[in-house]
């Protein structure tokens, strides 16, 4: 590489999906600089979902790319795009109810042979203290929005170059969502990894974002930096 290209956290092109025949997403374009907050808007159904699906590796693309920090994982299954640095928390959050709090935290690091670590783990706890204080619980003890900070406190665990977060604020009460808001934050501060959000909460968004992207009927409709976020486009493509 140059030392004048801008290398992106993320660069998704050309992204085209079908499922059971029918097109989902029609060529998509999203550029993530590093360091930065990037959302993913849009109303229900547009393919918000299917996009992160597509980047994990969950779901088969029918063409495009995806190069993560310069490498290019297109080709890589879904574990091995983990390893490269995707640290996916899927809508819904998927916490193992009956495995304890300890042990969702730590089933993705442990799943892939890795060592735990120490610093990392304090890290989580004092993003979320509500973890430690619970490590004993069963998963499905925890309320909806603390089973969320587990998710996120999992995926950050791995260590990962770019946080994918899938409506985390989703059915959550608001003072959760102030506490991960401000996880997002100090993430972002602390500029060790890029994070794609994907929400409908656009106050959440434009607290938050840097850079902005719509999806209508699996194509971006409008994108650029926060500020640019009219509310012509809010009306056009987000008002429900
Ligand atoms: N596994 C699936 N089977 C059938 N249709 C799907 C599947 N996943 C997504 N879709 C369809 O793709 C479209 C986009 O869905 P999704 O990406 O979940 O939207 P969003 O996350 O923006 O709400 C919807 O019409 C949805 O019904
Ligand atoms: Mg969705």
Known sequence: MSATAIQESLAISNLRVS???????RGINLSIQPKSVFCLMG???????????????????????????GQDITRM???????????????????????????NLF?????????????????????FPIIREFLHRKGGMLSGGQQQQLAIGRALLTK??????????????????????????????????????VEQYLDFCKELGDDFAILERGSVAASGSMDELTDDVVKEFLTV
Do not use: C, H, W
């Open 107 to 127: 089933i993705g690091v442990k799943a892939r042979g890795e060592k735990i670590d120490k610093s990392e783990v304090d890290r989580i706890y004092t993003l």
């Open 160 to 197: 990962p170059k770019l946080l994918i977060l899938d409506e985390p604020t989703e059915g959550i009460q608001p003072n959760i969502i102030d506490q991960i808001g401000d996880a997002i934050k100090m993430l972002r501060e602390e500029g060790r990894m890029s994070i794609l959000l």
């Open 19 to 25: 499922i059971g025949g029918s097109a989902i997403l």
């Open 43 to 69: 109303r229900n159904g547009v393919g918000k979902s299917t996009t992160l699906k597509a980047l994990t590796g969950l779901y088969p693309a029918d063409a495009g790319s995806f190069v993560l920090d």
């Open 77 to 103: 299954p879904a574990a091995s795009r983990a390893r490269a640095g995707l640290g996916y928390v899927p809508q819904g959050r998927d916490i193992f109810p009956l495995l304890t709090v300890e042990e």
